[in-house]
């Protein structure tokens, strides 16, 4: 009981369906200069390459609690191309799912001097995924017909779609995650076949001296079930000796709430996270850690989410562009 009341809470606490989180999650990774973990087309966007890795992990306290692993590397080959690949892992008591995304994107430069930044992309993502459902552990006094009692597990392919606009220090994004209607029949219930999910993000970077910030926004749209959340953001980035300093905020919000009834009285609760996030680029090595807080009366546990990126940037000689873009120039 305890364990399917983790599940439950757990979609909850992301305000997202199970159906919806196909594919990897869209936590607070990105703002760690992981945007290609959410956009196919940031693959290859600056010069040289990039690898990330992220942890995750919810609820120390609880077991089997939701964690989630995911691994990318992405690079320029020649003017205008960009490959890359992802790996993750999502685990969340009785399910998990395991994918691979490999990607292409396509960089065209509008115009103006060479160094000066305006750049419009195109890239698209298509990978396998494996979702599985382990019911060895369910027992009922009544027989379900639902539930058949083995581990189940499904393959199936889908595809993301991106594009990019970076111009100096201004850049925005769009995508389109699980383009295809692909079912994943996973369960004994009839399941949608529409898994598409939307993301829109724009952002600033100001300063050029010393110290520079940089305000952002991120929305994300859920098709099936008209899901809405926002994640209002905000970093600082100081210049060091040995490379780069930074610290940030993020504000997520859902759009819809959710009922709930104690003993006194009704209440309606959205979801709402408040993560701060901090790193360090040192030489070609960047470290970063975030940790979520919910808000709100209903929670499972009083811990947060935790989550640690470790980058590597590869093939980078020297700055390309005149610019503060830390997502471009590294």
């Not at 010069?47 to 990330?52: D, F, L, S, T």
């Not at 305006?118 to 298509?126: E, K, M, P, R, Y």
């Not at 360090?280 to 546990?301: A, E, H, P, T, W």
């Amino acid at each position: 009981m305890k364990q399917n009341l983790l599940i439950l809470l757990s979609f909850v606490a992301m305000g997202f369906q199970s159906m919806a989180q196909e594919g990897v999650p869209v936590y607070f990774d990105y703002l760690a200069d992981n945007y290609y973990l959410v956009y196919p087309s940031m693959a290859g966007i600056g010069e040289g390459g990039k690898i990330r890795a992220t942890i995750r992990q919810q609820w120390f306290s609880a077991d089997d609690a939701p964690n989630l692993q995911t691994l990318n590397a992405h690079f320029r080959a020649g003017e205008n191309n960009g490959f890359g690949a992802i790996f993750f892992n999502d685990a969340n008591g009785y399910h998990s799912q395991t994918g691979l995304k490999l990607t292409y994107a396509h960089h065209l430069r509008l115009g103006g001097d060479y160094r000066s930044l305006n750049q419009l992309s195109f890239g698209l993502s298509a990978g396998i995924q494996q979702s599985n459902l382990d019911e060895s552990e369910f027992v009922s006094i009544i027989p379900d017909p639902l539930v058949t009692g083995s581990r189940n597990s499904v393959s199936y392919f889908n595809m993301d779609l991106g594009m990019s606009y970076n111009f100096r220090e201004f850049y925005a994004h769009a995508a389109i995650h699980n383009l295809l209607g692909r079912g994943r029949d996973l369960y004994s219930a009839v399941e949608s076949t529409n898994l598409r999910k939307y993301l829109v993000s724009s952002g600033y970077v100001f300063g050029r001296g010393e110290w520079q910030v940089e305000p952002s926004v991120l929305f994300q749209y859920t098709e099936f079930t008209r899901e809405k959340a926002v994640d209002i953001n905000a970093k600082v980035y100081k210049s060091v000796d040995f490379g780069t300093v930074w610290g940030g905020i993020s504000y997520r919000r859902s759009f819809d709430g959710a009922q709930y009834q104690t003993s006194s009285n009704f209440g309606e609760q959205r979801l709402q996270l408040i993560t701060p996030i901090v790193g360090v680029n040192y030489k070609n090595f960047l470290v970063s850690y975030n940790y979520s807080y919910q808000m709100g009366d209903i929670r499972f546990d009083n811990g947060g989410f935790h989550q640690i990126t470790l980058g590597y940037d590869f093939g980078q000689p020297e700055k390309r562009y005149d610019c503060k873009c830390p997502a471009v120039n590294y």
